[in-house]
């Protein structure tokens, strides 16, 4: 199961419970004792400060039984209050018995937020945090973060560097809703110039040539983006001009 990497006895020694974490790659363990009940969890820094104050790596792995922790039961809402402490990065989730059924991290939770995906404590996906790597996208003219991914509507904040522009492009699958919130420019829509500033709403229908321009030398423009339709891939994006090439 895949959450058995996440995994380790109270007995283990320290050598072993660095090589599950080296292969887990999250930097923690869920510790268990011999009932299979979650004991505590033990993380790189924990293992760390032991081997300074002395111990081997043949000793006991030390873990901190003294954690937050969250039953399958509880409202998903809950991990709001328990996230909203520095220290706690991520939380495993138990059953009636003690047992570890999932663990979720304070990434993954956020992720979950801007996925607009089913909160119920037992149905959470495992921990996988590189679904976390692609949430800003760079691109030539600056760049966007997403801040929901629905099955009809996403919606992104897109900066603009100085004297950047987007290609000018249509989309057959999706409507988007523009609002300026810091800079000044120029949006083009279709044969029309419309200059905007902070504040300014423009709509952009299906199959309408648009693009963006920041007109300024020194400000970024920033504006925020909802696209509402059925599909918002990267290839229905249909470019007819490009300042940089990518057509």
Same mark, same amino acid.
């Given at each position: 199961?895949?959450?058995?990497?996440?995994?380790?006895?109270?007995?283990?020694?320290?050598? @072993?419970? /660095?090589?599950?974490?080296?292969?887990? !790659? $999250?930097?923690? &363990?869920?510790?268990?004792?011999?009932? #299979?009940?979650?004991?505590?969890?033990?993380?790189?820094?924990?293992?760390?400060?032991?081997?300074?104050?002395?111990?081997?790596?043949?000793?006991?792995?030390?873990?901190?039984?003294?954690?937050?922790?969250?039953?399958?039961?509880?409202?998903?809402?809950?991990?709001?209050?328990?996230?909203?402490?520095?220290?706690?990065?991520?939380?495993?989730?138990?059953?009636?018995? @003690?047992? /570890?059924?999932?663990?979720?991290?304070? !990434? $993954?939770?956020? &992720?979950?937020?801007?996925?607009?995906? #089913?909160?119920?404590?037992?149905?959470?996906?495992?921990?996988?945090?590189?679904?976390?790597?692609?949430?800003?996208?760079?691109?030539?003219?600056?760049?966007?973060?997403?801040?929901?991914?629905?099955?009809?509507?996403?919606?992104?904040?897109?900066?603009?560097?100085?004297?950047?522009?987007?290609?000018?492009?249509?989309?057959?699958?999706?409507?988007?809703?523009?609002?300026?919130?810091?800079?000044?420019?120029?949006?083009?829509?279709?044969?029309?110039?419309?200059?905007?500033?902070?504040?300014?709403?423009?709509?952009?229908?299906?199959?309408?040539?648009?693009?963006?321009?920041?007109?300024?030398?020194?400000?970024?423009?920033?504006?925020?983006?909802?696209?509402?339709?059925?599909?918002?891939?990267?290839?229905?994006?249909?470019?007819?001009?490009?300042?940089?090439?990518?057509?």
């Amino acid at each position: 199961m895949v959450i058995n990497k996440y995994i380790i006895s109270h007995s283990t020694i320290i050598l @072993e419970a /660095l090589k599950k974490i080296d292969f887990n !790659k $999250q930097g923690f &363990l869920v510790v268990i004792n011999a009932e #299979n009940k979650v004991v505590g969890i033990t993380t790189e820094g924990d293992i760390r400060r032991e081997l300074i104050n002395g111990a081997s790596l043949e000793s006991l792995v030390p873990y901190n039984n003294n954690f937050i922790k969250i039953y399958e039961k509880e409202p998903f809402t809950n991990l709001f209050e328990y996230f909203k402490l520095e220290k706690f990065a991520y939380i495993p989730i138990l059953n009636h018995e @003690e047992k /570890l059924v999932n663990v979720i991290s304070k !990434k $993954q939770f956020h &992720l979950m937020l801007l996925k607009d995906m #089913n909160y119920d404590m037992k149905k959470l996906p495992y921990l996988n945090e590189n679904e976390l790597d692609d949430e800003i996208y760079d691109r030539p003219w600056g760049f966007y973060k997403s801040t929901l991914l629905a099955e009809h509507v996403q919606s992104k904040i897109i900066t603009v560097f100085p004297e950047g522009e987007l290609s000018l492009q249509k989309h057959k699958r999706r409507e988007e809703h523009w609002i300026v919130i810091k800079g000044e420019g120029t949006i083009i829509l279709e044969d029309s110039r419309i200059k905007v500033e902070q504040g300014r709403y423009v709509y952009i229908p299906k199959g309408t040539k648009h693009k963006v321009i920041n007109s300024s030398k020194v400000e970024n423009l920033i504006f925020a983006e909802v696209q509402l339709g059925d599909y918002f891939g990267e290839d229905d994006i249909i470019r007819y001009e490009d300042k940089y090439g990518r057509i």
